[in-house]
């Protein structure tokens, strides 16, 4: 069965600062897709970003970036310059190509100090 | 365009009673999938439709059921409600140009006493 560890509960970070999320995942597939949601406390869940796992190169949006270590599985969000409205609960997902289902892991949730 | 909605926002039910959740996907979008959001479990995957037809469903017992109409609408239906049933109930819509994209909704909160 395909599962997804965050081992990090909560973290916090100095705005501006950079901050890392971990996410670990097990699975036996070889085609599939990590992502990284961000859920305010308004609940609506957002895309921040997406890894596809024949890719090899890191994906980048704006200021997140994901560390994708495929023999590892492993799957790190970093944010850069940190602002307050980056506080929220973080999900990393999984999903094998091909379904919709997508597996999320426990969450982060992260706090931004000013 | 339009966001994916769901309604109502909030519910409050009472044990033994039965409820049922509306979710209006993307326009075009004719993926619709249902997740359950408890402090205990997490994010757990309840079933997804694509064109009116159960394609998936996750590991929650029979009492939880979905359909979805002609015009990719979807409800769930949860009966005998169960304090544990109290949860947030979010769907989420794709589309099959983009089936790696899901789209959430504000998500129905569902406190059953």
């Known amino acids: 069965a395909q599962t997804v560890t965050q081992s990090q509960p909560e973290m916090s970070v100095q705005e501006a600062e950079t901050v890392t999320l971990s996410c670990t995942y097990d699975?036996?597939?070889?085609?599939?897709?990590l992502f990284w949601y961000k859920q305010p406390p308004s609940r609506q869940m957002i895309l921040v970003i997406r890894?596809?796992?024949?890719?090899?190169q890191n994906a980048t949006e704006n200021r997140f970036s994901v560390n994708f270590q495929k023999a590892a599985k492993s799957f790190s969000l970093k944010i850069s310059d940190s602002q307050l409205g980056d506080a929220a609960m973080y999900f990393c997902?999984?999903?094998?190509?091909?379904?919709?289902?997508?597996?999320f892991g426990q969450g982060t949730r992260l706090t931004i100090n000013p | 365009k339009a966001g994916v909605t769901q309604t109502p926002r909030y519910l409050i039910k009472t044990r033994g009673q039965q409820v049922t959740l509306s979710c209006s996907p993307i326009s075009g979008h004719r993926s619709v999938s249902w997740y359950q959001q408890t402090p205990g479990q997490g994010l757990q995957f309840l079933f997804e439709y694509f064109s009116e037809t159960q394609r998936n469903k996750g590991n929650f017992p029979g009492r939880f059921s979905g359909r979805q109409f002609s015009n990719s609408r979807s409800e769930m239906n949860v009966s005998t409600l169960e304090l544990g049933d109290s949860a947030l109930y979010l769907c989420?819509?794709?589309?099959?140009?983009?089936?790696?994209?899901?789209?959430f909704g504000p998500g129905t909160r569902l406190t059953v006493t």
């Open positions: 890894q596809e796992a024949y890719k090899q």
């Open positions: 989420a819509s794709s589309s099959y140009l983009t089936p790696y994209e899901q789209y």
């Open positions: 997902a999984y999903r094998i190509q091909g379904a919709q289902k997508l597996v």
């Open positions: 699975t036996s597939e070889s085609d599939y897709y």
